[in-house]
């Protein structure tokens, strides 16, 4: 896996486990949606200056985005339907 798909990977493995929509994290990290939609996608290629905001948002060190994420088949589930944040409980 090259080094923008494990980061693309790691970002979207990241997001959903918190629970968060693309645009609700787009908002947290403070980059346009559309890019960060593009960035998952593996369509685009991000500056440290981005990968920072984005470990910040997932309160996260930069290297957990580059971390082996294991096997590339177990791709990471989809959160619900709707642009709203699941509440707790």
């Avoid at 997001?15 to 947290?28: N, T, Y």
């Avoid at 960060?36 to 985005?65: D, Q």
């Avoid at 994420?69 to 709707?82: C, Q, V």
């Amino acid at each position: 896996m090259d080094a923008r798909a494990r980061v693309a990977w790691n970002m979207r493995r990241l997001r959903v486990a918190r629970g968060a929509s693309q645009e609700a994290f787009a908002v947290d990290a403070g980059i346009d949606r559309t890019y960060m939609i593009r960035i998952e996608r593996r369509m685009e290629n991000p500056t440290v200056t981005v990968l920072e905001r984005i470990a910040a948002a997932l309160g996260v060190e930069i290297a957990a985005l580059f971390a082996d994420s294991g096997p590339e088949g177990d791709a990471p589930r989809s959160l619900p339907a709707g642009r709203k944040r699941r509440k707790p409980g």
